[in-house]
């Protein structure tokens, strides 16, 4: 199982990577929105972990890019974002996200477990 994680802050990358690799799945890291998409679109990932505050390309444009191409669509994506207010949670919802965590209100390990629960069961 493959899984993206697109964050440009490189302390919370690296450790989620770490988690998620000690969990048994293979990992792809992005710096900025630009890298992400790029990612996506040759690595095909099982699921996307995705901030919105990025640079080069938002997470909000990368996550539309997403829905919006014909061979990832069906990716589910994990919103990660300190940006806690509503409206942000409403339009990465709408847009397609699966599921919106609050860094500061969800440790590194109930993200890794929501990305095994997601993915348990899936097979290509």
Avoid: C
Wanted: hydrophobic share 40%.
């Amino acid at each position: 199982m493959k899984v993206l994680i697109v964050e440009d802050e490189e302390a919370l990358r690296k450790v989620l990577q770490e988690k998620m690799q000690n969990s048994g799945f293979e990992t792809f890291a992005a710096k900025d929105g630009e890298e992400g998409w790029e990612l996506a679109k040759s690595k095909n990932p099982d699921i996307v972990l995705l901030d919105l505050v990025l640079p080069k390309k938002s997470g909000f444009e990368v996550l539309s890019m997403i829905k919006q191409d014909p061979e990832l669509k069906d990716i589910p994506v994990f919103i990660l974002s300190n940006l806690a207010e509503d409206e942000s949670l409403k339009k990465a919802l709408q847009i397609g996200a699966e599921d919106y965590f609050i860094k500061s209100q969800h440790p590194i390990n109930e993200i890794v477990e929501k990305v095994e629960d997601r993915l348990m069961g899936k097979s290509r």
